[in-house]
Nanobody, 123 residues
Framework: VQLQALGEGLVQAGDSLKLSCTAS????????MAWFRQVPGKERKFVAA????????YLADSVKGRFSISRDNAKNTVFLQMNSLRPDDTAIYYC?????????????????WGQGTLVTVSS
């Protein structure tokens, strides 16, 4: 399985940015997907997740009301729409594919990870 994330960018506080992650290697619609983020030197943290058919989504408290996650199973792609970005959203963002159809917030729920894409929000 390969996950290719796109959308790296340098934006200003208050701006929006949309990340995408395209998967290959196994049936995309059979698995939950998620986004995590990591600041160098700190642990990787859960941001958002979506179940196999896009019906249920889950967001970390820190991004609720600003971020949303969606997926297009026909294109094997998951998206992270980020609005009202803040400097503390600056991190490397990783997409991940779950072990099952139903995602969760724990890293152990995911067995494949993308390479990471850098999002920098300036004040």
């Amino acid at each position: 399985v390969q996950l290719q994330a796109l959308g790296e960018g340098l934006v200003q506080a208050g701006d929006s940015l949309k990340l995408s992650c395209t998967a290959s290697g196994r049936t995309f619609s059979g698995y939950g997907m998620a986004w995590f983020r990591q600041v160098p030197g700190k642990e990787r943290k859960f941001v958002a997740a979506i179940d196999w058919n896009g019906v249920s989504t889950y967001l970390a408290d820190s991004v609720k009301g600003r971020f949303s996650i969606s997926r297009d199973n026909a294109k094997n792609t998951v998206f992270l729409q980020m609005n009202s970005l803040r400097p503390d959203d600056t991190a490397i963002y990783y997409c991940a594919q779950g072990r099952t159809r139903i995602p969760g917030a724990g890293r152990d729920r995911y067995d494949y990870w993308g390479q990471g894409t850098l999002v920098t929000v300036s004040s």
